[in-house]
């Protein structure tokens, strides 16, 4: 497994941007595809955004397709997850997730490792 840190959450006024950042460590990173995911209050965990090992081929949640930018860093061991012109619906716990193979996937059972989450709140 690998250990996931998330970071870069806070408050924002809607239209603003904030970019989240998680921090891998405990495997090799560079081989595994990786993911962000949400969860508002009063709502389930859903799918924001995956990336699949080296970086070229990405999917999105229609919810936020335009919006968000998923990107990594293989030297750095880690994830980003760019949010530009956030409205008050994206507000959630962030949560990033890895997966233990290259290929890129979106739902939450083919990802075996997770963050504690980072708190994203956008005010109106």
């Known amino acids: 497994q690998v250990q996931l840190v998330e970071s870069g959450g806070g408050l924002v006024q809607a239209g603003g941007s904030l970019r989240l950042s998680c921090a891998a460590s405990g495997r090799t990173f560079s081989g595994i595809a990786m993911g962000w995911f949400r969860q508002a209050p009063g709502k389930e965990r859903e799918f924001v955004a995956a990336?699949?090992?080296?970086?070229?081929?990405?999917y999105y949640a229609d919810s936020v397709k335009g919006r968000f930018t998923i990107s990594r860093d293989n030297a750095k061991n880690t994830v980003y997850l760019q949010m530009n012109s956030l409205k008050p619906e994206d507000t959630a716990v962030y949560y990033c997730?890895?997966?233990?193979?290259?290929?890129?996937?979106?739902?939450?059972?083919?990802?075996?490792?997770w963050g504690q989450g980072t708190q994203v709140t956008v005010s109106s």
């Open positions: 997730a890895a997966r233990d193979v290259a290929t890129i996937a979106t739902a939450q059972g083919a990802f075996g490792s």
């Open positions: 990336i699949n090992w080296r970086g070229y081929i990405t």
